[in-house]
């Protein structure tokens, strides 16, 4: 089973910045694709950003121009560094892998890691 860690979360002031990372036991370029998801209380879980294992990008409109994300293969990591971050931002934030070879339905999450943002 694969396992992976966020870490990174914390309170930052609005247009603070921060940076997550999400650990995982196996190599992240293996994955069809990983990606940062957000809940905010009272919400449902939405799509932050996601990258494919082609290296390809999409981001939620809410994020574009702030947020990005990118991953290190030969630390299996996951990384989304933040800028300009707004309160609206404050949510858990949780790191999903889909699609393994052999095991293209293969999905899993991680614990996620609380980021607020005060106004």
């Known amino acids: 089973q694969v396992q992976l860690v966020e870490s990174g979360g914390g309170l930052v002031q609005a247009g603070g910045s921060l940076r997550l990372s999400c650990v995982a036991s196996r190599s992240i370029f293996s994955f069809r694709a990983v990606g940062w998801y957000r809940q905010a209380p009272g919400k449902q879980r939405e799509l932050v950003a996601e990258?494919?294992?082609?290296?390809?990008?999409n981001y939620a409109d809410s994020v574009k121009g702030r947020f990005t994300i990118s991953r290190d293969n030969a630390k299996n990591t996951l990384y989304l560094q933040m800028n300009s971050l707004k309160p609206e931002d404050t949510a858990v934030y949780y790191c999903?892998?889909?699609?393994?070879?052999?095991?293209?339905?293969?999905?899993?999450w991680g614990q996620g890691t609380q980021v607020t943002v005060s106004s």
């Open positions: 990258i494919s294992s082609g290296a390809g990008t």
């Open positions: 999903r892998g889909t699609g393994l070879p052999l095991r293209s339905a293969y999905d899993v």
